[in-house]
Every structure is written in structure tokens, then in C-alpha cells.
């Protein structure tokens, strides 16, 4: 069964860093576009950035570019997504979940919610000022 389960989150004061962990287990990793979704009160879940299955594709959402960076440790035993966030601000507060597309076809990676079939419990990032 396939299951992703994130750590990572916390605290932090505006201008801080943190570094979100995803890990990934169940299913064959090394084909699947991991992507990384955050969601704040009151609104829809959002696209923060994704890795495509060759690792060649990081695409990240605009206001994301130069602050955060995607990374994946991928292996037959383990496979660990990463999102490395620095000079966070308060509007990036939100719960940050990863997600996997199966669909194995699909070379650039999507930035659509609804295309990724498996998603994690989320973790908690709060920015203060």
C-alpha cells in the first residue's frame, strides 16, 4: 500500500528556513512525479512545486522561485521527498501535504490537484512576523 507521510514542519519566524520531508513507501517511486501542495485556512489547496520521475523537471509555483527548492532521494528501499524552504514570509503559513501522480506517461509535471492520486496527512509550516 502505498503511503507518504511528512515531517518537517513547525515555527518559524518570517525570514527563516525550513526543510519539509516526505516519506515515501508502497509503490514504485522511481517512475511516479512527486509534487508538494499547501493549503492555508479558509483557502483551496495550492501548487507549491513538483519533481518529475527523472528528476530533469522542478517546476515551482511563481511566487515559490528563489525561496523554496524540490529535491528527491529516490532508491529501491527508500524514497524521500524534499522541500526546502528559505526567507519564508507569514503568507506562506499553511499545511504543506505531498502527493504522488501515478501516471507514469506524463513527462511534465502537473500542477493540478486533481491529477495527483495519493497524498499525505500534511504538516503544519507557520510563519510568524
Known amino acids: 500500500q502505498v503511503q507518504l507521510v511528512e515531517s518537517g514542519g513547525g515555527l518559524v519566524q518570517a525570514g527563516g528556513s525550513l526543510r519539509l520531508s516526505c516519506a515515501a513507501s508502497?509503490?514504485?517511486?522511481?517512475?511516479?512525479?512527486m509534487g508538494w501542495f499547501r493549503q492555508a485556512p479558509g483557502k483551496e489547496r495550492e501548487f507549491v512545486g513538483a519533481?518529475?520521475?527523472?528528476?530533469?523537471?522542478?517546476?515551482?509555483a511563481d511566487s515559490m522561485k528563489g525561496r523554496f527548492t524540490i529535491s528527491i532521494s529516490r532508491d529501491s528501499a527508500k524514497n524521500t521527498l524534499y522541500l526546502q524552504m528559505n526567507s519564508l514570509k507569514p503568507e506562506d503559513t499553511a499545511v504543506y501535504y505531498c502527493?504522488?501522480?501515478?501516471?507514469?506517461?506524463?513527462?511534465?509535471?502537473?500542477?493540478?490537484?486533481?491529477?495527483?492520486?495519493?497524498w499525505g496527512q500534511g504538516t503544519q509550516v507557520t510563519v510568524t512576523s
Open positions: 508502497g509503490g514504485t517511486f522511481r517512475r511516479y512525479t
Open positions: 502527493a504522488a501522480d501515478f501516471d507514469t506517461s506524463r513527462i511534465v509535471p502537473s500542477k493540478r490537484v486533481d491529477l495527483y492520486e495519493k
Open positions: 519533481i518529475s520521475w527523472s528528476n530533469a523537471d522542478t517546476p515551482l
